[in-house]
């Protein structure tokens, strides 16, 4: 289980002081599949980044199993359960997808396990066990090593940041598939997903829906999610352009 | 040979015991062993201290090895290996060098290898260097490489210097023919106050002939390098060099490319990119429970790989 109290963080903006976390308190409980929806630059990768340990907090605690990880560094944080999937991997001259793999894994896997990460995320793991993690990846070849990546972790809280963004249309279902299965293979584990994607927020257990670096909403996704259509950003771009096509016609 | 010398043996050449094929295994400047088989014959020069390699016509899968090891300290040798590969032969030369010095004085083995690659023959070629050994004297390499390259000749070379050699300079040079390949693998990391300078000038002469020159760099320490591959293309050709560098504590690293274009229809390329490790690379590592030194030395190998 992992509770955020009164988490705050800010950066130092060309003098002046920017809060991109404001006192966020929020709590991940085991076996439960969270997700983390608002719109852009309100906080949510931050918040995912807070956790990993990527950045540290200006103010508040992040516990993790009872244990105050708030001082932890980004490696004891991994060593004791958690795993981060970024939103945009990185890539590495000369290691190989099997190479990461292993790393995440923490042992020798085989190639025959490795495979089995690789196939749970669509990939043909022959063609892509000893590929290099280098720039002859797609963008979404790489967006599914780096979900393989995680699970390999076999981590008490997942964490992924846009698991969607990138991926072509091998689709949301199996994305969802990897979810699920993680949830039954992974005793105790949680899940924290960071999306916009209709089909993954109909998954979640609960909803934390931020903006301007607060929780503006939290519940289960039977109270949260019928409210969203309204605040999501789609709505809103979709007010734009139609306005600037009427605008357009006027003229 | 002793365990110091085995160990050497096992680093330069991959080698526990005498390899399969054709041999010549320097010890300490004395021969410690030779074969010669149907196809290949190596005899020593009798001028000056090295060996002639001679490679029949259309010899097909064979190898040679020819390491040098060295574990006396202030020992300097110069050495002159001269290749003949006969046409279409395809074949495995294996060279490399071991200096352990725990002594004093200075070690020094200058290796000149020249590779005479008749028409259509395949040659590759892979050079090791290695240094050990907690003795104030230094563990020099000077080799010299010469390639001369006939008709649809292909020659990949793989040259790798990881560990333990203080003060080398490399210098390479290719002529190549109509429809030859010429492909160059060089992989080196420095550190401590050590000095590296590798230098290429590769002619493209003949009508479709290419080169690819590509080097990858670690530099620490306060270690030094310089890379400098100059392709001159004589005749419609394809010539690309690489030099791909990380820097790291107070390193220093010069790549100088070259291109010369004396014919309408060469195609030269050059690329060197010099940086330290991306904050994000080490930062992925360590979400997956490596800590940053961990990180930096899984960055590294894959790099040199």
């Known amino acids: ?251 | 040979m002793d365990e110091i010398q085995k160990r050497l043996l096992l680093e330069v050449a991959d080698l526990h015991e005498v390899p399969e094929g054709a041999y010549n295994i320097r010890a300490n400047s004395q021969s410690a062993g030779r074969r010669s088989t149907a196809n290949i014959e190596i005899t020593s020069k009798e001028d000056v201290s090295g060996l002639e390699i001679r490679i029949a016509p259309g010899t097909k899968n064979e190898s040679v090895h020819i390491p040098v090891v060295m574990t006396e300290s202030g020992l300097k040798e110069v050495v002159y290996n001269d290749f003949f590969i006969g046409a279409d032969a395809d074949v495995v030369i294996v060279a490399g060098c071991g200096i352990d010095n725990c002594g004093n004085q200075d070690s020094e083995h200058d290796g000149i290898h020249r590779f005479y690659v008749g028409p259509r023959a395949k040659v590759r070629y892979v050079e090791k260097h290695y240094g050990s050994g907690d003795g104030r004297g230094k563990r020099i390499l000077n080799p010299r490489t010469e390639v001369y390259m006939e008709e649809d000749s292909t020659m990949e070379m793989e040259m790798v210097q990881i560990k333990g050699v203080d003060d080398t300079e490399r210098d390479t040079v290719a002529e190549l023919a109509g429809g030859a390949r010429l492909v160059v693998r060089e992989r080196l990391m420095t550190h401590g106050e050590q000095r590296a300078i590798s230098t290429y000038n590769v002619e493209l002469n003949g009508k479709d002939s290419s080169a690819d020159v590509v080097s990858r760099s670690v530099a620490r320490d306060r270690s030094f390098q310089k890379f400098d591959a100059k392709i001159i293309g004589k005749a419609p050709c394809n010539g690309h060099t690489e030099c791909d560098s990380i820097i790291m504590d107070e390193g220093r690293i010069l790549a100088v490319p070259g291109l010369e274009a004396d014919h309408v229809d060469a195609t030269l390329f050059h690329e060197a990119a010099i940086g330290k490790i991306a904050g994000e690379q080490l930062t992925k590592l360590m979400t997956l429970g490596l800590t940053e030194a961990e990180a930096e030395e899984q960055i590294i190998n894959g790099f040199l790989r």
């Open chain 1, 1 to 251: 289980m992992l509770e955020m109290r009164n988490v705050s963080f800010q950066v130092d903006a060309e003098g002046t002081e920017k809060e991109i976390v404001r006192d966020i308190s929020l709590t991940v409980p085991d076996r439960k599949l969270i997700v983390v929806t608002g719109p852009n630059g309100g906080g949510k990768s931050t918040l995912a980044r807070l956790i990993a340990g990527i950045e540290k907090p200006t103010g508040g605690k992040i516990f993790f199993g009872g244990e105050d990880i708030t001082e932890k560094s980004v490696t004891e944080r991994a060593r004791m359960g958690i795993a981060y999937a970024f939103q945009q991997p990185v890539r590495f001259k000369g290691i190989r997808v099997v190479d990461l793999i292993r790393i995440a894994a923490g042992k020798n896997v085989t190639a025959g396990e490795a495979c089995g990460y690789l196939s749970a995320v669509g990939l043909c793991a022959r063609d892509y066990v000893d590929r290099e993690v280098n720039a002859s990846l797609s963008g979404g070849e790489l967006k599914r090593i780096e979900i393989a990546t995680v699970l390999a972790r076999n981590a008490k809280l997942s964490v992924f940041d846009e698991p969607e963004a990138g991926i072509d249309l091998w689709s949301f279902r199996n994305l969802i598939d990897v979810f699920k299965n993680m949830r039954e293979t992974i005793e105790d584990s949680s899940i924290l997903v960071i999306s916009h994607q209709e089909r993954i927020l109909n998954i979640a257990d609960e909803i934390i829906v931020i903006r301007d670096g607060r929780v503006e909403k939290q519940g289960s996704r039977d109270e949260i999610y019928p409210s969203l259509g309204a605040d999501s950003a789609e709505p809103e771009a979709c007010d734009v352009l139609i306005k600037s096509v009427q605008k357009g016609s006027d003229a």
